[in-house]
């Protein structure tokens, strides 16, 4: 390629990471103002998470449109090719962060009228919050490039796990203590399923990161902890 091509396919690259770095800004502050909301009967603030939602979908068609007209003008190969492919899966599943944290959000609007055991969301809390920094490790990882530091979040996803089992549990405990929380537990319920796929999508970029860099893949299975 001239020098000309090359600078513009670099601006191309780079106009792509910018947007990757939005939409990683954007998905981040949808989940936490999303667990804030729940955790303080904010209605207002889970109203305006849901609406964060579409920035984040018309930035996955935007990364999308740009990668395959790249790959078509340039025709990268190995390590560049790579790069593409990555942008384009780590959109997709900063995407889908952003569809859960928003699920969230439109529970939390529900539940707000009827929280009945306000220390029911503390164990949600501490799953979220591990979820966040999960995600903001694995998208600084994406920025450097760094195949370790992305497999240091892959390798943490079973301390969620853990979390939602114990969540699981104390939200049983309130629904057999009164039947009266049943509703506002189940919501509860799906809002920890949520959380824990978010956690599942950030150990997806965590991989897309390792191939990006060394192109190869991670194990399907990770390493059980120990008991």
């Known amino acids: 390629m001239t020098d000309h091509t090359v600078k513009a396919y670099d601006k191309e690259l780079e106009q792509i990471g910018l947007k990757i770095a939005e939409m990683g800004g954007i998905a981040e502050k949808m989940l936490v103002d999303a667990m804030e909301a729940l955790s303080t009967m904010n209605t207002a603030l889970a109203e305006r998470t849901v ?7 018309l930035l996955q068609r935007e990364i999308e449109d740009s990668a395959i ?8 190969v190995a390590g560049d090719l790579r790069e593409i492919v990555g942008a384009i899966r780590t959109a ?8 859960l944290a928003k699920n969230i959000a ?9 929280s009945r055991v306000p220390r029911a969301t503390i ?14 490790d694995v998208l600084d990882a994406y920025s450097a490039r760094d195949a370790a530091a992305a497999k240091a979040v892959w390798l943490r996803d079973s301390e969620i796990d853990a979390l939602e089992d114990s969540v699981f549990r104390d939200l049983l405990t ?3 203590e009164d039947p009266r929380n ?23 970029i965590a991989e897309t990161i390792h191939y990006l860099v060394t192109g190869e893949s991670l194990p399907i299975e990770r390493p059980r902890p120990p008991r």
């Open 69 to 76: 007209l790249t790959i078509a003008r340039r025709q990268p």
């Open 182 to 204: 049943i509703t506002y537990c189940t919501h509860l319920l799906f809002c920890s399923k949520n959380i824990e796929r978010i956690g599942d999508h950030t150990t997806n």
């Open 106 to 114: 439109k529970r939390a609007i529900k539940v707000i009228s009827d």
């Open 123 to 136: 164990g949600l809390k501490h799953m979220s919050d591990l979820a966040a920094r999960q995600l903001k």
């Open 174 to 176: 309130f629904m057999m």
């Open 92 to 99: 997709s599943d900063l995407e889908r962060v952003g569809d």
């Open 51 to 57: 609406t964060n939602d579409p920035k984040l979908d």
